[in-house]
């Protein structure tokens, strides 16, 4: 499935496990035309099918761009990169020795997902490091005369985080760093998991995106937000609150899951089957390790629990 977001700009659902609207890749088009995001591994053959239907076939592709390195964004990168020998793939510099070497990312990977690993995201496919293209800050690849995608280091959710705009239309492609929004959800959620979260770093990234005043962001989890500015605002309140919240439970020696969950949860009425597209992909537990980490990064070991009764 897909669809035209803009001239030259193709949103390509990856359908992760299947799903509907959870996980996107997006095609530029152009005479050397670039993939951002590939899914996960198991959702290449959905990716491959869309590609070949807009008419993109082994050789034409010119590069792959990954915002970051977690599984559902990168985890289809080495069978991509096979079936598109000429592809250049682009990567953070902290993220590049993992795609040329993944057995430490699936080792934790394994670890963090247990079954979901094989059935729902798959592993991660070495690529060859020849094939491999270090993205620093401000870097620019060209998809075609006058249209570049511009990189911008933006960590926060991940240190390998960057997000990539583009010069002809205007969007930003934004990976996780402003949240999560499934569209039949209709909620935009913080995604501060381990290891990496850091709240400073990810609203100064925030703030990056604002200064480049985007015509659109462009989400993995998913599509397009309506009224970028606006969204963007909402995804640092998001973020600073969430994270008080945590950090309250926290120093009272509570539950932060439970904290957030009472303060944050999905509205009773939405469907089950996207309360599980949610709770799997960003749920509240995850987000409380990434928080719990940060806070004990930031302060040291929490405060003693609450007296027994």
């Given at each position: 499935m897909s669809r035209l977001l803009a001239p030259g700009v193709v949103e390509i659902d990856t359908l992760l496990g299947g799903w509907e609207r959870v996980t996107a890749g997006y095609l530029i088009e152009g005479p050397s035309p670039l993939l951002v995001e590939t899914g996960s591994q198991t959702s290449v053959p959905a990716l491959l099918a869309a590609l070949e239907a807009h008419g993109v076939a082994a050789g034409d592709l010119a590069a792959v761009a990954v915002t970051h390195i977690h599984l559902d964004h990168a985890?289809?990168?080495?069978?991509?990169?096979?079936?598109?020998?000429?592809?250049?793939?682009?990567?953070?510099?902290?993220?590049?020795?993992?795609?040329?070497?993944p057995s430490r990312l699936v080792s934790s990977a394994a670890m963090v997902y247990g079954d979901l690993l094989d059935s729902l995201y798959g592993r991660l496919e070495a690529?060859?490091?020849?094939?491999?293209h270090v993205l620093h800050d401000g870097e620019e690849i060209v998809v075609g005369p006058g249209r570049v995608l511009t990189t911008i280091e933006s960590p926060g959710h991940a240190k390998?985080?960057?997000?990539?705009?583009?010069?002809?239309?205007?969007l930003l492609f934004a990976g996780d760093?402003?949240?999560?929004?499934?569209p039949d959800a209709g909620v935009l959620w913080p995604a501060t998991p381990p290891a990496d979260f850091d709240l400073e770093l990810a609203c100064?990234?925030?703030?990056?995106?604002?200064?480049r005043n985007p015509a659109g962001v462009a989400l993995a989890h998913y599509g397009l937000l309506p009224e970028p500015m606006a969204m963007l605002d909402e995804a640092e309140d998001s973020l600073r609150r969430w994270a008080a919240t945590a950090e309250a439970a926290w120093r009272q020696g509570r539950d932060i899951a439970q904290a957030l969950e009472a303060e944050y949860g999905l509205p009773a009425d939405i469907d089950p089957d996207t309360r599980e597209r949610m709770q799997t992909l960003n749920g509240?537990?995850?987000?409380?390790?990434?928080?719990?980490?940060?806070?004990?990064?930031?302060?040291?070991?929490p405060p003693p629990g609450p007296p027994a009764h």
């Open positions: 985890g289809g990168v080495g069978d991509v990169a096979r079936a598109f020998p000429r592809a250049t793939v682009y990567v953070h510099e902290k993220g590049a020795r993992h795609l040329a070497d690529t060859p490091a020849e094939r491999l390998h985080h960057l997000a990539l705009m583009d010069s002809d239309s205007g760093a402003a949240g999560v929004r499934l100064r990234s925030l703030q990056r995106f604002r200064d509240v537990h995850a987000n409380a390790a990434g928080l719990r980490m940060w806070l004990e990064r930031e302060h040291g070991e």
